[in-house]
């Protein structure tokens, strides 16, 4: 099994910045592609970021330019660096490990609780 643990989410004003951090925990051997989701309310949860265990990434075309997907693969962790926030941003931010080798087996589609991203003008 995978735990997922997200933190940094809060209040930000319309053009500020913000990191999200993810952290995985559980009896992991490995760690396949990692991403950050949002769903605003209202809304269908959407991707916003991935990155790949070649560390190639992929990002929605709203959020290109200004935010940044990394990992730390010794620490079983992910971060999502928002710079130039939007209100149309606001949502909560839920982080996903796609796949990963644990003690029980292969896993699928890991969620983390998610955090609340609030962008105020």
């Known amino acids: 099994q995978v735990q997922l643990v997200e933190s940094g989410g809060g209040l930000v004003q319309d053009g500020g910045s913000l990191r999200l951090s993810c952290a995985a925990s559980?009896?992991?051997?490995?760690?396949?592609?990692m991403g950050w989701y949002r769903q605003a309310t209202g809304k269908q949860r959407e991707l916003v970021a991935r990155?790949?265990?070649?560390?190639?990434?992929d990002y929605a075309g709203s959020v290109k330019g200004r935010f940044t997907i990394s990992r730390d693969n010794a620490k079983k962790m992910v971060f999502l660096q928002m710079d130039s926030l939007q209100p149309e941003d606001t949502a909560v931010y839920y982080c996903?490990?796609?796949?990963?080798?644990?003690?029980?087996?292969?896993?699928?589609?890991?969620w983390g609780q998610g955090t609340q991203v609030t962008v105020s003008s």
């Open positions: 996903n490990v796609a796949s990963a080798g644990t003690q029980s087996g292969p896993v699928r589609d890991a």
């Open positions: 559980g009896r992991i051997y490995t760690i396949g592609t």
């Open positions: 990155i790949h265990t070649d560390m190639i990434t």
